[in-house]
């Protein structure tokens, strides 16, 4: 199974709404949270399987951002 880190950016990280990932970064880049990337793409509003994986990547973009500053 991939990580968070090793997934390719086009990887489908919620399969209810079909949001990849590069998607979700680039929401997360311009200042959105995980509650507006959900109601921006739909993701997080179906099966609710992606919230994990969604929020690990969130966490792991924010710890890269802090670090980067």
Excluded: Y
């Amino acid at each position: 199974m991939n990580t968070p880190d090793t997934q390719p950016e086009d990887c489908v990280m919620c399969h209810c709404s079909g949001t990849k990932r590069n998607n979700i970064q680039n929401l997360f880049n311009q200042g959105m949270d995980m509650a507006a990337i959900s109601r921006w793409t739909g993701a997080l509003s179906g099966c609710g399987g992606c919230e994990w994986d969604i929020a690990a990547f969130l966490k792991e973009l924010d710890e890269q951002r802090n670090e980067a500053q």
